[in-house]
């Protein structure tokens, strides 16, 4: 591995294809900051896969927490070179449902998590990539959104999760005409199915119907694989603004 994405920050590292990040980024020889909720398996994680994987707990929404964890990451590990932003969350709801309309608040959460939660991140870090030492071709950084492939086709009940990643689509090319100037690269990735803790929670028939039309191959997508495509991105200096799905060719399809 090049000297330079030797330290990786993930936020909700601590469970599916973050947790893959995480250990895809180790098994690569990096140092790894994990981030997740004070909740989470992070703590426990960390703890198992070693030294060289340091766990703060904190919410992408809050401003505090997350200026701290990101000056503690790079006091630990020195200056940071990638950002994976995978902490998310994709409560389902309809608009006009049996118990009455969507209710607000939760609206506001998953736009908070999703998209706030997102950018929170990416400030503090591409404020903290953009005094790292450059090399020779003026390189500072790489960060990684995770949109959905709902961010195209989302579906019932996902009013507030589509719209939310597709504003992570949407302020994917302006972070890349902003952040150029300090050599930091931003690109996103819209996962279709992968089988993580996310889509464990939804009900089987749900799944089954999610996977089942899969064009190729036909089958859920292995977090490892997710985990390959932030390498590739990171490893490819000419990737930048750009939105890459990752779904085997699937598109959500309407279901009543
Ligand atoms: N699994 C899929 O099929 C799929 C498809 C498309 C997009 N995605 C997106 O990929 C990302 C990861 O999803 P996953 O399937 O691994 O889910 P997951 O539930 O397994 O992991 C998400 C992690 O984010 C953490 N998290 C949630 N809210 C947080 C907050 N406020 N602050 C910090 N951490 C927080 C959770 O604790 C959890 O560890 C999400 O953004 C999700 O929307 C997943």
Known sequence: MGMWHDTVVVTGGASGLGLACVTHWLGLGAKVLMLDLPGSAGAAEAQRLGDAVHFIACDVCDAVGMTDAVEAAQQRFGPLRVLVNCAGVAPAARTVGREGPHDLDAFRRVMEINLTGAFNATRLVAQAMSR???DAEGHRGVIIHTASAAAFDGQIGQAAY???KAGVVGMTLPLARELARFGIRVMTIAPGIF???MLAGAPPALRE???KDVPHPPRAGHPAEFAR?????VEN????????????????????
Not at 229 to 233: E, G, R
Not at 249 to 254: D, E, N
């Open 237 to 256: 200096p000419y990737l930048n603004g750009e939105v890459i799905r990752l779904d085997g060719a699937t598109r959500l399809p309407f279901m009543r």
């Open 162 to 164: 589509a719209a939310s």
């Open 195 to 197: 089988m993580t803790p």
């Open 209 to 211: 119907a999610l996977t």
């Open 132 to 134: 790292n030492e450059a």
């Open 229 to 233: 495509l932030t390498q590739a991105i």
